[in-house]
């Protein structure tokens, strides 16, 4: 089962930094509970999460790598990803680890919370 995990971890990150919403969406639910880490607070569903992803792309240019992915006894999935953001000028805006944290439904991504810690 983690193995199942890691390839799909693996492929949503490929395709975020392919900028391949589709392909991604096909692995959340319809009502994903997502983090708006550029802008603040939540998102929910497909609509929202694209819409997102659409205006942050705009406006800079992330690139995130996952690092370590391990699968917690409450089921949840957390990524240690190396996270680059730059303007649309190249400048730095953030560089550094975080933890992403998954939790499932029905095989698909339910919720992601983000831990800076």
Sequence with gaps: ???????????I??????RDIDAILIHLDKDVHWPNGWE????NGHDEVRDYWTRQWNE???FVEPVA???KEN???????YQVAKDKAGKLL???NLK???SYKDGLIKGMEIDDN
């Design 60 to 62: 800079i240019e992330p």
């Design 69 to 71: 992915i391990s699968l």
């Design 1 to 11: 089962m983690e193995q199942n995990y890691d390839d799909q971890i693996r492929h």
């Design 13 to 18: 990150y490929n395709r975020f930094n392919a």
């Design 40 to 43: 603040g607070g939540f998102i």
């Design 75 to 81: 089921g949840k999935v957390v990524v240690e990803v």
């Design 94 to 96: 953030f560089e550094g």
């Design 100 to 102: 992403h944290i998954y």
